[in-house]
């Protein structure tokens, strides 16, 4: 599976966009090609009809489909991998019994990216990289300490947290291989059109 | 993978026992070989874990284990199979992605636990079959609901919802393949008392 260089969209319904659905088709729409379906609660058959419902949207626009933490609704979904957290199950153990499942691993640090690199993960959600709206508690670690992470390991890695359009520029030039967006796409008021606008400044940058 | 015939104990801190690890020890100790790991909150780490103390404990006991929902527990802790009611994952999803699960299947009606079956479960978990003081909304099938849908499958079938110790021979008289028993152990001052005594009065009835 080749993950695209980007702009990589998580779902959130704190903003705009008021269902799950919605808010792949915008990030799908404005040209995103990775989708992360992220809900933390609901039955697990509420779960997997919107996981479904954005797998088949991602195989329309030929996008890679991810589910955070839930590795049941992933397989259930046929998503194309799962994204875990340090709390969330370890990716070694992941690895060794879904052989298929990408893997997105998230670090904070570079101990933390490599660890997640040699347990087995596809690739690296690196952040925050700067204070972020979404998740207000995570540790910062700056465009150094991206550019650090990027440097540490050899599988992708996506920058998170904070991101607006302003920034893409300076992730890029980390060598970061895209940026994980959410409130700066979700938020906006048109997030087809701002989901648009992440993916040109991304080209362009 | 043969399924023990009698009680089948299902975990719950709702009562005596503070702990699902303790309540699956309690089980074990008093003589129950198969376990359901029920827990509905918490992060995946913490179901992990904790699933994977009651794997330990099973394999120390030679008892089957079932998780309770959750596909990915259950995978992950080597679980021997998972429980799935009628708002969870579909079995035959469930079926064609985990071949090597034991899948049970909850059923109030003979229409139902026949679906289930057809669907590739294992076992039927069948009830209410009295009023249940664990889930005081499930429908009640009453002895003669549970006989008609052991008679309508081939598959084991385990009563639930609000079997005692008295309604024990009944419930084996209905041909029953046993009675999955919650309040009726973990609510006793002595768990592992009650469960022996839950398990001779099948042995004897
Ligand atoms: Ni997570």
Redesign the pocket.
């Known amino acids: 599976m080749r993950l695209p260089r980007g702009i990589y969209g998580i779902t959130d319904t704190s903003y705009t966009v008021k269902s799950h659905v919605d808010a792949a088709r915008a990030f799908l729409e404005g040209g995103v090609r990775i989708i992360q379906y992220r809900r933390k609660e609901g039955s697990i058959r509420i779960l997997l009809e919107e996981a479904r419902a954005i797998r088949r949207l991602c195989n329309e626009y030929g996008a890679v489909f991810i589910v955070?933490?839930r590795i049941d609704i992933a397989i259930l979904s046929d998503a194309d991998g799962v994204?875990?957290?340090l709390?969330?199950a370890p990716v070694d153990e992941i690895r060794r019994r879904f052989s298929g499942l990408v893997i997105g691993a998230?670090a904070s640090t570079v101990d933390e990216a490599i660890q997640g690199e040699n347990a087995g993960a596809n690739y690296i959600g690196a952040g925050s990289v700067f204070p972020s709206p979404t998740r207000p508690d995570y540790r910062v670690t700056g465009l150094v300490g991206l550019r650090n992470i990027v440097q540490s390991v050899s599988i992708p890695v996506y920058a998170i947290g904070g991101i607006t359009l302003e920034s893409i520029p300076a992730i890029k030039a980390t060598g970061a291989w895209g940026a994980a967006v959410i409130s700066g796409i979700l938020a906006a008021k048109d997030p087809v059109k701002m989901a648009r606008a992440f993916v040109e400044a991304w080209e362009n940058a």
């Open positions: 955070d933490d994204h875990v957290g709390d969330d998230s």
